[in-house]
């Protein structure tokens, strides 16, 4: 079974910084993309931040230049460093993970983390 394990949400006053991590374990072939969600009460779900197998960087025009999203490959681990915070950016996080569970798989699965808060208020 995979599962994604978050952490590193919190209380930040605003300007400051937090780090997200989340680390993903299980059977998995291969990894497509890796990524971070967040939603607001009474909001849709909405994508941060990406990165694909290749490289590939995706921000949200609403965090660009602030956020930054990271991968270690040997801890299959994806982490979101926020800097700069924002009210705005008050919200449930959730880590996301499309990947192939094993060679025989015809299309991929997503998986997703449990959600962490993150508060920015003064």
């Known amino acids: 079974q995979v599962q994604l394990v978050e952490s590193g949400g919190g209380l930040v006053q605003p300007g400051g910084s937090l780090r997200l991590s989340c680390a993903v374990s299980?059977?998995?072939?291969?990894?497509?993309?890796m990524g971070w969600y967040r939603q607001a009460p009474g909001k849709q779900r909405d994508l941060v931040a990406q990165?694909?197998?290749?490289?590939?960087?995706y921000y949200a025009d609403s965090v660009k230049g602030r956020f930054t999203i990271s991968r270690d490959g040997a801890k299959n681990t994806v982490y979101l460093q926020m800097n700069m915070l924002k009210p705005e950016d008050t919200a449930v996080y959730y880590c996301n993970v499309v990947a192939y569970s094993s060679g025989y798989d015809v299309s991929p699965n997503s998986y997703w983390g449990q959600g962490t808060q993150v508060t920015v208020s003064s």
């Open positions: 990165v694909t197998r290749g490289g590939t960087f």
């Open positions: 299980g059977t998995i072939f291969s990894i497509n993309t």
